[in-house]
């Protein structure tokens, strides 16, 4: 398996997602704005998407797929068949007991995350919490299937099945707006009707991928079928893993909490500023480091499992390779050129000239610690494929204290824009603390050639970054939102050419990058 190929194709279905996400920001942002509804429904969204990355795509993930591709690779798949029905068994009783605890729990998960919030505002979200809390238990269950996709490297599926929640919500805003308001209902609960939706529909995506390998989950319905599945080996490992991931991802998801309660505080908009910036800053980790490490992991545990460790620091290796190959450039682009992106994907409706300058600066806090973001998704699975998920807990847990360090320091003078700035920041020392941990354990040795592969890739994003700049100094691109057309296609335009002249540069210093890219697993 050529593991360019993959990730490419992981991250041409993630562009799709990413694509009909920045759709449905841009109809949330044209309906609602910065308004205070707007941050009702996003910190009502958030806390479901939270436990979500908390559990599911978090500590379950990263305790789930290692074991499931060692598992494969030394007991086949009878064994692991057996695994996933016990595993599946475990989470869907936990998750049915937490989503009755969820929607009981409303107002108190609200007011831990929004505490600034008050009246009609406080209402509306925790409203919309009980409305879309079950999501968690949907996302649960793709996660796992995602999990088994991923291992029987079957990308596409797990890649594309985003695309679905964004669909929902976008058809729901279009049709479930106007009615809403018409018959006296907050408008806004068409967006949470949405999320519901999608989380139904994507869990129904799974299903006949999985019944094609023969791995749909039976999951037992009884007592006894769960007493059966909680005794299995692989729960307990699974669990037992789980304990210090839980505490390290837990550590991600709380100093995002403190961000909202911070935002919270600084004025209407703030919650729907960072929301904003997060899906620009979000769109190269996840065509990058999300396509890579979802590549990536499944092949380092096999490797693991073989103990071939020449194979598992070749492929760390290569992963870091193309985070500072494509991953700078991403980070230059959120650094000189947010305005325009910001105006032309979000400037409509009630999203004005002021939000497009407060998201702009969030967007370049971001930017600054991009290649951190980018970095860990990369380097954090050489931990997880070697079930070392006390590591990363330890370095999360200084990095989170990091993170508020930074935002003592710097909200004060920077506002909203400091929130994003500190969680970029401590971004960059959690990449780098935990390569030089791999590095000092021998599990990752750099191989020739990256002094040659830096000089190069700095002289061609110092050249892209001067064309960006200059198309972001020369052109106002608020005023261009009286014609949208011409604006979307300068910014296409622009963005063409900077990719034409970044390559462009890299192969007249002499960059081979066919030969960088083909790597085969």
Not at 252 to 280: C, E, F, K, P, W
Not at 322 to 329: D, E, K, Q, S, T
């Amino acid at each position: 398996m050529n593991l360019f190929k993959a990730a490419a194709s992981v991250s041409a279905l993630t562009m799709l997602s990413r694509i009909t996400g920045l759709v449905r920001d841009q109809i949330g942002a044209a309906l609602f704005g910065t308004s205070a509804m707007m941050d009702a429904f996003q910190i009502a969204f958030r806390i479901p998407n939270l436990l979500r990355r908390l559990f599911a795509e978090g500590a379950f993930a990263q305790a789930f797929v290692p074991l499931l591709a060692a598992t494969r690779e030394r007991e086949g798949d009878d064994a692991t068949r057996a695994l996933v029905d016990a595993v599946a068994t475990v989470l869907a009783w936990a998750l049915a007991l937490t989503c009755v605890v969820g929607v009981a729990g409303a107002p108190v998960l609200v007011w831990l995350l929004a505490s600034g919030f008050e009246g009609n505002t406080h209402e509306a979200a925790v409203a919309m919490t009980r409305w879309m809390f079950p999501y968690i238990g949907c996302m649960s269950m793709v996660a796992l299937s995602a999990g088994v996709l991923n291992t029987w490297r079957r990308f596409a599926i797990p890649a594309f099945t985003p695309v679905l929640l964004n669909l929902s919500v976008i058809g729901c805003a279009l049709a479930g707006v106007e009615p809403l308001r018409a018959r006296g209902v907050e408008p806004v609960f068409a967006l949470a009707a949405g999320v519901m939706l999608g989380g139904v529909v994507q869990l129904a995506f799974q299903v006949p991928a999985l019944w094609r390998l023969g791995m749909l989950p039976r999951i037992g319905l009884t007592p006894t079928r769960l007493l059966a599945a909680w005794r299995h080996p692989g729960v307990r490992q699974v669990l037992s893993k789980m304990a210090p991931a839980l505490v390290g991802v837990s550590v991600a998801q709380l100093s995002l909490m403190i961000n909202s309660q911070i935002a919270s505080h600084l004025g209407a908009g703030s919650v729907s500023t960072l929301t904003y910036a997060d899906r620009l800053m979000e769109l190269p980790i996840a065509l990058l480091g999300v396509a890579l490490g979802v590549v990536l992991t499944p092949q380092l545990s096999a490797a693991q499992a073989r103990g071939d460790r020449d194979t598992y620091c070749g492929l760390l290796d290569w992963g870091l390779r193309m985070v500072l190959l494509l991953g700078l450039p991403c980070a230059v682009a959120l650094l000189v050129f947010a305005p325009p992106m910001v105006a032309t994907l979000f400037q409509r409706g009630a999203f004005d000239a002021a939000a497009v300058s407060t998201v702009s600066a969030a967007v370049m806090g971001y930017g600054a610690g991009l290649l951190g973001l980018v970095g860990v998704k990369v380097v954090a699975p050489g931990y997880f494929a070697r079930q070392d998920m006390a590591t990363p807990m330890r370095v999360g847990i200084a990095v989170m204290a990091l993170t508020q360090l930074f935002n003592a320091l710097l909200v004060p003078w920077l506002g909203v824009t400091a929130l994003a700035l500190s969680i970029g920041l401590a971004a960059l020392v959690n990449a780098g603390w935990l390569l030089r941990g791999l590095h000092r354990l021998g599990w990752w040795q750099p191989a020739a050639g990256w002094l040659a592969l830096a000089w190069r890739v700095a002289l061609a994003n110092m050249a892209m970054g001067a064309l960006l700049a200059a198309a972001a100094s020369r052109v106002d691109w608020v005023a261009l939102g009286a014609h949208e057309a011409q604006r979307a296609g300068l910014l296409a335009a622009v963005i063409l050419a900077a990719v034409l002249v970044y390559f462009g540069m890299l192969r007249l210093l002499g960059l081979d990058l066919r030969r960088l890219l083909r790597r085969q697993a």
